[in-house]
């Protein structure tokens, strides 16, 4: 049985909003203080990204690292899942999540969902060999159904031209 894709996945304009004219109705998010900032974190987008992991290996791929495995999997129903490090490789010339994206899906097809795409980005999903998919989302509302439903439909298109 072919392995599933990656699915990075960014916290910040992902599962956690902002930017947003009026917050989320109670029913749809949650507020969380982390390290002394508010976020409102969706839990719609904690909905959908528990669809995606039955079809994709999820990682995080944020600045929260481990902090995101401490605050959200009990929040929105979620196992715990890999993260990955930056080591504070921050804000360089080029998108400062690329060399640890890089290295963690070596060799695999790939899906990266992040509110934070830039030039950078998208030159590195061109160049590599492997099927990569790069999904902005708007910081706003984050993860929404129509992402959802897209990433998904990759993934099945990959499994089908794996088992052709
Ligand atoms: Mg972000």
Redesign the pocket.
């Known amino acids: 049985m072919p392995s599933k894709p990656i699915l990075a996945v960014?916290?910040?304009?992902?599962i956690s909003l902002f930017g947003y004219d009026e917050p989320p109705p109670p029913s749809e998010a949650r507020f969380q203080l982390v390290d002394g900032m508010l976020h409102c974190i969706s839990l719609r987008a904690g909905e959908r990204l528990g669809r995606l992991g039955e079809h994709f290996d999820l990682v995080w791929a944020?600045g929260w690292e481990e902090k995101a495995n401490f605050y959200l999997p009990e929040m929105l129903g979620l196992a715990e899942l890999p993260y990955l490090s930056f080591d504070g490789a921050r804000f360089g010339s080029a998108h400062w999540k690329l060399g640890p994206l890089e290295e963690y899906c070596r060799g695999r097809a790939m899906a990266w969902i992040?509110?934070?795409l830039d030039e950078s980005c998208y030159r590195w999903a061109r160049e590599r060999s492997e099927p990569t998919l790069l999904v902005p989302t708007d910081?706003a509302i984050g993860l929404q159904e129509v992402e959802t439903e897209a990433l998904i439909a990759w993934g099945g298109g990959l499994a089908f031209e794996t088992a052709r």
């Open positions: 960014d916290v910040d304009g992902v944020t992040d509110d934070n910081p």
